[in-house]
């Protein structure tokens, strides 16, 4: 058994054995030089498993999405393979922090292999929330919010230079929020993201992207301190939402720290009656040593 960068003649068995893969991503991204993207195979170039993770050069962290092995195959430590290459490769990319998230799903199996491998003890770290937006639109929830006067938005692709480089010299809004990568890598949908503007000045942002043809993720939301209230925050999602109606996306997905509190409360209450579901996730670190 060997681990070995995944290659285009390998994406259809891929494909085949681990049905929560996406095709369009797989292939999209399978060239991509942030992307790891490793398989297990047998002696019979039979995949075995797959792990998928990215080198975030910003924050200079390898981020570690899923790590999946055939059932069959399972408890052959193949997990623990593909996390050290993984490691490897990002760790060669410039990574000094590894990090991932770990579902009610994941495996016992990646589990253990995390503990072997030194990284940090799971803590709950975020809440998913999954709304449906066709509910919202049955109570007409976007047309009784929206922005008062002063407060206006443009789509993503509208932002001046000027304006791109003055917010990657700001300091007002934290890093794991920060809207520069997913825009400079052209990650977040055109069609349902917004700089949000008081007069002439950007004070926040909604960025999402399409993950299927049912769920549309919110990567990062964020509205200036001392603009910041729920008055604001709900025209800026009506805006998504509206477009993601028009896009015949039934779902809108978002998380939301554990540490905000006021935040997490204000999400439960607000969206109580559109809420689809909701998962708690946890999260592990490892810091690598040169």
């Given amino acids: 058994m060997q681990i070995q960068k995944l290659n285009q003649t390998q994406v259809a068995e891929v494909l085949l054995h681990f049905e929560n893969v996406k095709g369009d991503f797989l292939l999209k991204d399978i060239n991509n030089e942030s992307f790891v993207i490793g398989v297990s195979i047998d002696k019979n170039n039979?995949?075995?498993?797959?792990?998928?993770?990215?080198?975030?050069?910003?924050?200079r962290m390898g981020v570690v999405y899923s790590v999946n092995v055939r059932e069959k195959f399972q408890n052959k430590n193949i997990e623990e393979k593909l996390l050290k290459f993984a490691e490897k490769e990002l760790k060669a990319k410039g990574a000094k922090v590894l990090y991932t998230n770990i579902f009610p799903e994941t495996s016992p199996n990646v589990k253990f292999t995390l503990r072997k491998q030194s990284w940090t003890p799971p803590a709950l770290d975020k809440t998913h929330f999954i709304?449906?937006?066709?509910?919202?639109?049955?109570?007409?929830?976007?047309?009784?919010?929206?922005?008062?006067?002063?407060f206006s938005v443009k789509e993503l692709n509208q932002?001046?230079?000027?304006?791109l480089e003055s917010l990657r010299n700001a300091d007002w809004y934290p890093a794991h929020l920060s809207p520069l990568e997913d825009f400079q890598f052209g990650e977040a949908?055109?069609?349902?993201?917004?700089?949000l503007y008081f007069k002439e000045e950007i004070?926040?942002?909604?960025?999402?992207?399409?993950?299927?043809n049912e769920h549309l993720f919110i990567t990062s939301l964020f509205i200036k301190e001392d603009r910041r209230n729920h008055y604001l925050l709900r025209p800026l999602l009506g805006e998504v939402i509206k477009n993601q109606i028009k896009l015949n996306i039934p779902y809108a997905?978002?998380?939301?720290?554990?540490?905000?509190?006021k935040v997490l409360k204000f999400f439960k209450s607000f969206f109580r009656h559109y809420i689809h579901n909701t998962i708690e996730i946890h999260s592990s670190?490892?810091?690598?040593r040169r």
């Fill in 203 to 212: 004070v926040g942002w909604i960025l999402s992207t399409n993950v299927n």
């Fill in 189 to 195: 949908s055109t069609q349902t993201s917004f700089w």
């Fill in 159 to 163: 932002i001046r230079d000027t304006e």
């Fill in 285 to 288: 670190y490892k810091i690598l």
């Fill in 46 to 59: 039979e995949i075995l498993g797959i792990i998928f993770a990215e080198y975030k050069e910003l924050d």
């Fill in 253 to 261: 997905c978002f998380d939301v720290r554990n540490e905000d509190k």
């Fill in 131 to 150: 709304i449906n937006v066709n509910d919202m639109k049955q109570e007409k929830w976007i047309e009784t919010n929206t922005f008062s006067e002063d």
